[in-house]
């Protein structure tokens, strides 16, 4: 799905890597993917923010993989998450 208000966050990314992966818009204005991407997610909410500090001491090669693993297994992770639009924080 295309988010007109994602576009203008995506806008320096070429537009085939946009849709290969999910990308994370941080608060200065940079992106975050795969595998860091989940770690900079982990360290932005409250309740998971431990476990973003431990993830980030983890190599980045490992990280991509555990990536990998969940991104080949979305389709059984994405029944915990509920339908509708997603929260939005950014300004």
């Known amino acids: 799905m295309r ?3 994602a576009a203008p966050l995506l806008e320096p990314l070429p537009e085939d890597e946009r849709f290969a992966s999910w990308h994370l ?3 200065d204005g940079s992106l975050a993917g795969d595998g860091t991407g989940g770690v900079e997610l982990l360290r932005s909410m409250r309740l998971t923010r ?5 993830v980030a ?3 980045g090669h ?3 993989a555990l990536y990998d693993v969940v991104a080949r297994h979305r389709f059984l992770l994405g029944r915990f998450v509920p ?3 997603a929260p939005r ?3």
């Open 83 to 85: 339908d509708g639009p």
């Open 62 to 64: 490992v990280l991509d």
């Open 50 to 54: 431990p476990a973003g500090r431990l």
């Open 3 to 5: 988010d007109v208000e």
């Open 57 to 59: 001491a983890a190599p």
């Open 25 to 27: 818009a941080l608060l």
């Open 89 to 91: 924080r950014f300004p």
